[in-house]
């Protein structure tokens, strides 16, 4: 990877994280779901409008009116309207499973007075005995309990239990399963939590939703501290947001540390998407996990750097805790846990933000507890009803500056360098102008230095020339790093296109130096270089296209040959060998003998073509083996074998003929 692009990809990075940072301050989250509550009620209108309402629309009505119900929202103006529209309407046996649930569901949620149907009766009663799926498990449980169709103890609850360790539904014990089945787990936990409801004495019940919820969060925290980089974001959303925003509904499990440490980096993922989500569903899990996290702090510690100068001084974090909708979050005698392997190794003290402000801050030492650069992972640990909140391990990024103090250089005609460089390069020196040509090797010897005073291997360092005009002109040459004498060395080849490009012009030499524990990238003009070639390039000729995407490669795939049923294949090839042996034994029992021939000349043709159309069978059945399909083999031995039995005919009756001859006259 070249150093320079790098750098500058870190560079850009952080400004683009910054800025994104900036308009969220400035606009607000809350901008956007307010944006999306009005999109929820213009969605809700529009289906409510039409006269000719049916269940298909129901599904979506349902998800929508979940939305509203959930968002910040005065008043319910569309429960007298959703009540009058499905009464309207019946569900029966044709109706599909999940329509009529969602129906249910709907009226439900709007508490209208709606009566569940006797097919639906029956098909709940049906699932008191063993359910073998999770889907109609949950409408089972859910339909049951909330229409009073099953009481209590009727609920098949302890069911729940057997799908937690099922392949494909929400199995987290095994390592064998890598992806969750987020769509059965939402229908798990909001079945569990109905149950419990029903059952608050059952413990049994309790530890189970607490094991998927441990199980989720495990699966959710290295997904999402890099959410951005999710492709169906608005797919993730849409389950994620249920999953989370369901299990946050209890108590306990929003007191499990798995699941606070999990919390807000969901929570700035959703946040990243909110303003895409435009289906009823998305729109549905956003203000469900909106809902349940509207109270919790979400923290934001930034992307920046904290350059380190030194053991034994002191730096300050700054970081940003908000509400979901971007508000300020109070934080109640916080702390800074800086972990290392899981483990915490410091904490620190959280200074609360001012009244006109929300940027809270922490400090600590480099020295002996953080004494090294790199990734650290930071937890707020803070005060919320009396008891212990956690938020979401966040990772900070402890750098340093790298300086080069001095750069040696010279221009030679060899490729091996000498001893002695007897040019010197300083930052704080006029920089120099020297020639060169397509014979001139540049050697180039440099050490580095960091503010931190902690000597380091970076994983980048290097020399460009670079053209005034041309970018393209030349390449980064990387540098060669000596652990014994602790120096980077390099050889600029002006002859090697690799390097360089035949574009004479004024060259800025400059050293790029950039590694994941510097804060920013060293690039340093340490010499100039006026490089004239015998045959220079003529006119700018951008490599650019290079890069160019390039035609799509269209290759077109022969349609598969048909093959026989693989039982004809075998009947067949039975029927050849079988044949082939009956046939050398008929050979034998007739006394086929080349010597027993006739003298005349008609007799040996015609048994002389009898013998050349068997060995052309045999060679059609030999090229049967090896290249051709049977459809060609029984074409070729349809001819060879109808000729092959006239001329064995012929051959055969001129032979008995002829010894029938020989034999009348030897009586004779």
Same mark, same amino acid.
């Given at each position: 990877?070249?150093?320079?692009?790098?750098?500058?990809?870190?560079?850009?990075?952080?400004?683009? $994280? %910054?800025?994104?940072?900036?308009?969220?301050?400035?606009?607000?989250?809350?901008?956007?779901?307010?944006?999306?509550?009005?999109?929820?009620?213009?969605?809700?209108?529009?289906?409510?409008?039409?006269?000719?309402?049916?269940?298909?629309?129901?599904?979506?009505?349902?998800?929508?009116?979940?939305?509203?119900?959930?968002?910040?929202?005065?008043?319910?103006?569309?429960?007298?309207?959703?009540?009058?529209?499905?009464? !309207?309407?019946?569900?029966?046996?044709?109706?599909?499973?999940?329509?009529?649930?969602?129906?249910?569901?709907?009226?439900?949620?709007?508490?209208?007075?709606?009566?569940?149907?006797?097919?639906?009766?029956?098909?709940?009663?049906?699932?008191?005995?063993?359910?073998?799926?999770?889907?109609?498990?949950?409408?089972?449980?859910?339909?049951?309990?909330?229409?009073?169709? $099953?009481?209590?103890?009727?609920?098949?609850?302890?069911?729940?239990?057997?799908?937690?360790?099922?392949?494909?539904?929400?199995?987290?014990?095994?390592?064998?399963?890598?992806?969750?089945?987020?769509?059965?787990?939402?229908? $798990?936990?909001?079945?569990?939590?109905?149950?419990?409801?029903?059952?608050?004495?059952?413990?049994?019940?309790?530890? !189970?939703?607490?094991?998927?919820?441990?199980?989720?969060? &495990?699966?959710?925290?290295?997904?999402?501290?890099?959410?951005?980089?999710?492709?169906?974001?608005?797919?993730?959303?849409?389950?994620?947001?249920?999953?989370?925003?369901?299990?946050?509904?209890?108590?306990?499990?929003?007191?499990?540390?798995?699941?606070?440490?999990?919390?807000?980096?969901?929570?700035?993922?959703?946040?990243? %998407?909110?303003?895409?989500?435009?289906?009823?569903?998305?729109?549905?899990?956003?203000?469900?996990?909106?809902?349940?996290?509207?109270?919790?702090?979400?923290?934001?510690?930034?992307?920046?750097?904290?350059?380190? !100068?030194?053991?034994?001084?002191?730096?300050?974090?700054?970081?940003?805790?908000?509400?979901?909708?971007?508000?300020?979050?109070?934080?109640?005698?916080?702390?800074?846990?800086?972990?290392?392997?899981?483990?915490?190794?410091?904490?620190?003290?959280?200074?609360?933000?001012?009244?006109?402000?929300?940027?809270?801050?922490?400090?600590?030492?480099?020295?002996?507890?953080?004494?090294?650069?790199?990734?650290?992972? %930071?937890?707020?640990?803070?005060?919320?009803?009396?008891?212990?909140?956690?938020?979401?391990?966040?990772?900070?990024?402890?750098?340093?500056?790298?300086?080069?103090?001095?750069?040696?250089?010279?221009?030679?005609?060899?490729?091996?360098?000498?001893?002695?460089?007897?040019?010197?390069?300083?930052?704080?020196?006029?920089?120099?102008?020297?020639?060169?040509?397509?014979?001139?090797?540049?050697?180039?010897?440099? &050490?580095?230095?960091?503010?931190?005073?902690?000597?380091?291997?970076?994983?980048?360092?290097?020399?460009?020339? %670079?053209?005034?005009?041309?970018?393209?002109?030349?390449?980064?040459?990387?540098?060669?790093?000596?652990?014994?004498?602790?120096?980077?060395?390099?050889?600029?080849?002006?002859?090697?296109?690799?390097?360089?490009?035949?574009?004479?012009?004024?060259?800025?030499?400059?050293?790029?130096?950039?590694?994941?524990?510097?804060?920013?990238?060293?690039?340093?003009?340490?010499?100039?270089?006026?490089?004239?070639?015998?045959?220079?390039?003529?006119?700018?000729?951008?490599?650019?296209?290079?890069?160019?995407?390039?035609?799509?490669?269209?290759?077109?795939?022969?349609?598969?040959?048909?093959?026989?049923?693989?039982?004809?294949?075998?009947?067949?090839?039975?029927?050849?060998?079988?044949?082939?042996?009956?046939?050398?034994?008929?050979?034998?029992?007739?006394?086929?003998?080349?010597?027993?021939?006739?003298?005349?000349?008609?007799?040996?043709?015609?048994?002389?073509?009898?013998?050349?159309?068997?060995?052309?069978?045999?060679?059609?059945?030999? $090229?049967?083996?090896?290249?051709?399909?049977?459809?060609?083999?029984?074409?070729?031995?349809?001819?060879?074998?109808?000729?092959?039995?006239?001329?064995?005919?012929?051959?055969? &009756?001129?032979?008995?003929? &002829?010894?029938?001859?020989?034999?009348?006259?030897?009586?004779?």
């Amino acid at each position: 990877i070249n150093a320079e692009y790098m750098g500058i990809y870190i560079s850009m990075r952080a400004i683009f $994280l %910054v800025c994104v940072l900036a308009v969220v301050a400035s606009v607000g989250f809350a901008n956007v779901f307010i944006q999306q509550g009005t999109n929820v009620e213009n969605q809700l209108e529009k289906i409510l409008k039409n006269a000719a309402l049916n269940l298909d629309d129901i599904r979506d009505l349902y998800s929508l009116y979940e939305a509203y119900r959930y968002s910040q929202h005065v008043g319910d103006k569309f429960q007298a309207k959703i009540c009058n529209s499905i009464q !309207k309407l019946s569900v029966g046996s044709s109706t599909e499973r999940e329509t009529a649930y969602a129906f249910y569901s709907l009226a439900h949620s709007a508490g209208c007075n709606v009566q569940i149907d006797k097919d639906t009766q029956e098909y709940i009663r049906s699932g008191k005995e063993k359910v073998d799926n999770i889907e109609k498990l949950t409408r089972v449980i859910n339909l049951g309990l909330r229409y009073k169709v $099953l009481s209590a103890t009727e609920a098949p609850c302890d069911q729940l239990g057997d799908f937690i360790e099922k392949d494909g539904t929400t199995r987290y014990q095994r390592k064998k399963q890598e992806r969750i089945n987020y769509e059965n787990t939402i229908l $798990l936990v909001e079945s569990l939590q109905l149950c419990i409801e029903a059952r608050p004495n059952s413990k049994d019940l309790s530890s !189970k939703l607490k094991e998927v919820a441990n199980g989720v969060a &495990s699966n959710l925290s290295p997904v999402f501290y890099n959410a951005l980089a999710v492709t169906d974001g608005e797919s993730h959303a849409r389950t994620t947001g249920l999953l989370v925003g369901q299990l946050l509904r209890s108590k306990e499990v929003l007191e499990l540390e798995s699941v606070q440490t999990s919390i807000s980096a969901v929570a700035r993922f959703i946040r990243s %998407v909110a303003g895409s989500l435009t289906e009823a569903d998305q729109l549905r899990a956003l203000f469900v996990f909106a809902k349940s996290i509207e109270q919790l702090p979400i923290i934001n510690l930034g992307d920046a750097p904290v350059l380190i !100068k030194g053991k034994g001084q002191s730096y300050t974090v700054p970081f940003r805790a908000e509400t979901i909708y971007g508000q300020k979050a109070n934080l109640d005698k916080a702390r800074a846990q800086f972990l290392v392997n899981g483990k915490s190794v410091l904490e620190r003290d959280v200074q609360a933000a001012s009244s006109g402000d929300n940027t809270h801050k922490f400090d600590f030492e480099y020295g002996s507890k953080i004494n090294a650069l790199g990734l650290y992972e %930071v937890r707020i640990i803070y005060r919320k009803d009396n008891a212990n909140g956690i938020t979401s391990d966040h990772l900070l990024r402890l750098a340093t500056k790298a300086v080069a103090p001095t750069v040696h250089y010279e221009v030679t005609n060899s490729k091996a360098a000498p001893s002695r460089l007897t040019h010197e390069a300083k930052q704080d020196k006029t920089v120099e102008t020297g020639s060169a040509n397509q014979n001139s090797f540049i050697h180039v010897e440099f &050490s580095l230095q960091f503010d931190n005073n902690q000597p380091f291997q970076v994983s980048q360092a290097g020399v460009k020339l %670079v053209h005034p005009k041309l970018s393209y002109a030349s390449n980064w040459v990387p540098a060669h790093f000596d652990k014994e004498n602790f120096k980077y060395t390099a050889t600029v080849d002006l002859g090697n296109p690799d390097h360089i490009l035949a574009y004479n012009g004024l060259y800025e030499a400059k050293l790029i130096v950039g590694d994941e524990n510097l804060g920013e990238v060293l690039s340093w003009t340490f010499a100039r270089f006026n490089v004239t070639f015998r045959r220079p390039a003529q006119g700018e000729t951008p490599r650019d296209t290079d890069y160019k995407t390039l035609p799509e490669i269209a290759h077109s795939y022969p349609p598969p040959r048909k093959s026989p049923f693989y039982i004809l294949v075998l009947a067949i090839n039975g029927g050849i060998v079988v044949s082939l042996l009956g046939f050398i034994v008929l050979l034998q029992r007739l006394g086929v003998n080349t010597n027993r021939l006739p003298e005349d000349f008609g007799t040996k043709l015609w048994c002389g073509l009898f013998v050349l159309m068997i060995l052309v069978n045999l060679i059609v059945l030999v $090229l049967f083996w090896v290249k051709i399909n049977i459809f060609q083999t029984i074409y070729a031995l349809a001819v060879t074998m109808f000729v092959a039995k006239i001329v064995g005919n012929k051959g055969l &009756s001129q032979l008995v003929r &002829s010894e029938r001859e020989a034999q009348k006259k030897k009586t004779e």
